[in-house]
């Protein structure tokens, strides 16, 4: 039977275009794609033989409409933050259903997928297998700021990251501070709006507590997994992390992010680093840093690729793991780590290279470096 790769995206992204390129470089058939729009809908057929890799649904109106619209109501906008408990919803029904489509191979699971956007049961699982992860607050989530304020003052934790259950990319988070007199501030990229709170590109300072107070209030609803601010290396000057993308259980790509800021997401102003300076920073540290990256992909062993953020403590001689991405593999022209087994490829070269010594093609081809889409 002939092998149909075909992708589970947005038309025109350029993760689908990126992933395209390298599959072409390898001398394969143009993947088809399927977009997620017409899966959310049910209106999609595949054809028995299709290896079907998993890609994310964001960045996309329609999709996101599709999936928070109805929780949001007439308040609906792209930019808003809320309704991720909907989007969380949508995403893991479509993929099981996906699963359950008789001669489809699906390049991911749904359940590991489910796993790593709900950020409460990914420190879970890390945590029960030895992975080292920053200590979290336990309990349920906090039903708003009253009840988080109280569980944080009972467990002694002053410096906390909140993250939306199932938020990405930073939409939503808030790194919580109190000071030694009861100063309250939050950082954070969502904006207070009369209507709700809405992602911006410009990270803000809220400096009263009732400004947090209505952070946290209109983020609860949605589930709120709250852990220790853990105080992280530098570079230049700039606090510093790295995305780790591991793919077939190794640590291929990796690319320091540094900011000013508590979040180094590059779309809020962070920065891409020096690799090399955070390698000889680091030391003999350096293959521990790669290791709990690769410790924290094997809690996830049906997930072909996935990116995970390593957060080294201050000094660059030990590291925690923050979260595991399922679709943290876009980083447009990075290629693999020098020695390494994608070492000249990217992150989707490496993948493509990994599928085919999985065996699913009679006659392996030399993947080579893509380029990204302007």
Not at 141 to 166: C, I, Y
Not at 231 to 255: E, F, W
Not at 330 to 338: M, Q, S
Request: proline share 9%; charged share 20%.
């Amino acid at each position: 039977m002939t092998v149909r790769l075909t992708v589970l995206g947005n038309p025109g992204h350029r993760r689908v275009s990126l992933f395209a390129a390298a599959a072409r470089a390898a001398g394969l058939p143009e993947p088809a794609v399927l977009p997620w729009l017409d899966v959310l809908h049910g209106r999609y057929e595949l054809p028995p033989g299709t290896l079907l890799r998993i890609d994310s649904p964001g960045e996309d109106d329609a999709v996101d409409a599709h999936l928070r619209g109805a929780a949001l109501g007439a308040g609906y906008a792209p930019t808003r933050v809320e309704g991720g408990a909907a989007w969380y919803a949508g995403v893991c029904a479509a993929l099981r259903g996906l699963a359950g489509r008789p001669g489809v191979r699906l390049l991911g699971d749904p359940e590991e997928i489910a796993v790593m956007f709900d950020k409460r049961r990914t420190h879970r699982l890390l945590a029960a297998a030895g992975v080292p992860v920053p200590p979290a607050l336990g309990g349920p989530p906090p039903g708003g700021w009253a009840e988080l304020k109280e569980r944080l003052a009972a467990a002694g934790m002053r410096r906390v990251f909140l993250k939306p259950v199932h938020g990405s990319s930073a939409s939503g988070v808030v790194a919580l501070e109190f000071g030694p007199r009861g100063q309250v501030q939050a950082t954070s990229s969502a904006e207070l709006a009369p209507e709700g709170l809405h992602n911006s590109l410009a990270v803000r300072r809220y400096r009263t507590e009732a400004q947090a107070a209505e952070l946290v209030d209109r983020l609860a609803p949605d589930g709120l997994h709250v852990e220790q601010w853990v105080p992280k290396a530098s570079q230049d000057g700039r606090a510093a992390d790295l995305r780790v993308v591991v793919v077939a259980g190794r640590a291929t790509h990796a690319v320091v992010r540094t900011s000013t800021r508590p979040m180094t997401n590059l779309h809020l102003g962070g920065a891409r680093g020096d690799l090399a300076l955070a390698r000889e920073a680091a030391g003999p540290a350096w293959p521990r840093m790669l290791e709990a990256a690769e410790r924290a992909a094997a809690c996830f062993p049906n997930s072909p690729a996935v990116g995970v953020d390593v957060l080294p403590t201050a000094g660059w001689r030990q590291a925690a793991v923050g979260e595991v991405n399922a679709f943290g593999d876009l980083l447009p022209g990075l290629t693999g780590l020098p020695g390494g087994p994608a070492d000249g490829l990217d992150t989707y070269g490496a993948q493509i290279a990994a599928l085919l010594h999985d065996g699913h093609h009679q006659e392996p081809a030399r993947t080579t470096r893509t380029e990204p889409t302007r």
